[in-house]
């Protein structure tokens, strides 16, 4: 590995131990900041050490509490900025609001867009996140992003967990909509699989609510992988899995990047007939969102080869080449 002499890592408060992981897959030291509120609950923040000149990378997931991490977020840009640093990199794991990156009725913000507006504005140099819920948003930044992928690794996660079945042709591969077909597919692509997808229909004006039209696909007899980028209220997900249950499916698997987990999720996973769910590590899982359903892998040694490989000017893309 080269040299990281130069390159800081700083964490906000999100996800401190993910901040510890890439640390100790770089081999070097978690750098000094001092995070302090005031009494009307306004972020206060100080950097502990020089940063003039070094290469430094903020890690800071904006999952929940979205705004009070996002705005701890920019404060920590702002304060390297006037420090001098020489290159900020925002590294965000979860990028909250990127489900708001369009609008899907009259009179709506695209929320995501003034996101990026705003880490732009605040003097970070470069963003780097994983499995963005809409690939366009990359292009409402008007500095670098380079977009990470959880995928590969779960997909080799259920490669050795089912590699007896995969050879014998049993495991299809689901997306829970037709907005993933794309995500799905280079999964299904990867591990020799079948794809099927689940048809369905939002509700706008009832927020994390649809229904199934339609399952596209064979999944009768067949083991399922229900493959998404989030988890949030586990809608969706249990939806897909009674709908392809109802068609005749063996078995129900499912993965995404991001574990959200929000409101009822942890119960309707406990109340589904999916046997297991795998996430990485890209949000925190708290005590309380833990059941013995859900499997957590670490996506920090990714970001740990991508941060190297900035820092030394290399090629990202070459990470996803196989």
Do not use: W
């Not at 590995?1 to 992981?21: L, N, P, V």
């Not at 920019?74 to 020489?86: G, N, Q």
């Not at 008007?142 to 050795?160: C, E, K, R, W």
């Not at 925190?284 to 499997?295: F, G, Q, S, V, W």
């Amino acid at each position: 590995m080269a040299s990281t002499s130069e390159i800081k890592i700083f964490s906000g408060s999100a996800h401190h131990d993910f901040a510890k992981r890439v640390c100790s897959e770089l081999g070097i030291r978690l750098s000094v900041s001092k995070l302090y509120r005031f009494s009307d609950g306004e972020i206060g923040l100080s950097i502990e050490e020089s940063v003039r000149g070094c290469d430094v990378y903020v890690i800071q997931p904006t999952s929940s509490p979205a705004n009070d991490n996002l705005m701890e977020l920019l404060v920590m840009v702002d304060a390297l900025k006037r420090a001098s640093a020489s290159r900020i990199n925002a590294v965000i794991p979860y990028f909250g609001y990127a489900r708001q990156d369009r609008k899907s009725k009259p009179r709506e913000a695209i929320t995501s867009k003034l996101i990026a507006n705003l880490i732009t504005e605040s003097g970070a140099n470069r963003v780097i996140t994983a499995d963005l819920h809409a690939g366009q948003i990359q292009g409402f930044f008007d500095i670098p992003v380079d977009h990470l992928t959880g995928m590969q690794m779960l997909a080799s996660y259920f490669h050795d967990l089912l590699e007896n079945e995969i050879n014998d042709n049993q495991i299809v591969v689901v997306s829970p909509d037709v907005g993933g077909v794309v995500r799905a597919r280079k999964f299904a692509v990867s591990i020799n699989a079948d794809l099927a997808i689940v048809d369905k229909r939002r509700s706008y004006e009832v927020a994390n609510f649809c229904e199934i039209m339609d399952i596209i696909g064979g999944v009768k007899d067949k083991i399922a992988i229900l493959v998404d980028d989030i988890i949030d209220t586990a809608g969706s997900l249990c939806n897909a899995a009674k709908g392809i249950t109802e068609r005749g499916v063996k078995r129900i698997f499912a993965c995404a990047t991001h574990g959200v987990l929000s409101g009822p999720a942890i119960e309707r996973l406990k109340d589904s007939n999916i046997e297991k769910v795998v996430i990485t590590d890209t949000i925190p899982l708290t005590e309380a969102k833990m059941c013995e359903k859900i499997t957590q892998l670490s996506i920090a040694p990714l970001f740990a080869e991508a941060i190297v490989r900035i820092h030394n000017e290399r090629s990202i893309s070459t990470l996803f080449d196989k």
